[in-house]
């Protein structure tokens, strides 16, 4: 699947697309551990595109995720990975976070992240990919990879 996968900046004009695919991902996550604030949602969104590196994942031309990233000189924090539930479980994950650990080696940095304890499928996606458990917070498990 890796070979069919292409990355490209986000653009402006694509932050409405991601923010549709943002609701549809994590929407009932965030309901169940917040409550959903459409306004809210739509400003802090803006405030993670416009603060991160933002990424449009497509697969035959056609966008099917996003990836944020914020890049530090010691760390490789991964902000974000939002996959349309139509393409899950084909591998494109697993190909965007291996091109990151990629980096990280690369680099000589760790990878960090938090996710949303409420997601299982996505903890246990992680730990198969060597990320281990750094602590917890009442909403989030997260989580690091370290180059050998």
């Keep these: 699947m890796s070979d069919a996968v292409d990355i490209r900046p986000a653009a402006l004009e694509d932050q409405e697309s991601l923010f549709e695919l943002h609701r549809t991902v994590f929407r009932s996550h965030i309901e169940e551990i917040w409550g959903w604030d459409e306004k ?87 730990e198969r990919l060597g990320f281990r458990r750094t602590g917890e917070t009442d909403a989030y498990i997260k989580m690091s990879w370290r180059p050998a």
């Design 40 to 126: 809210w949602q739509r400003s802090q969104f803006r405030r993670e595109f416009e603060s991160s590196v933002t990424s449009v994942v497509q697969v035959a031309g056609r966008t099917v995720g996003y990836v944020q990233t914020v890049v530090s000189a010691n760390l490789l924090y991964l902000r974000n990975i939002a996959l349309h539930p139509d393409v899950q479980g084909q591998g494109i994950g697993t190909c965007l976070v291996t091109r990151l650990q990629q980096e990280a080696v690369e680099r000589g940095v760790p990878v960090n992240l938090s996710l949303f304890r409420t997601n299982p499928r996505s903890i246990n996606f992680y």
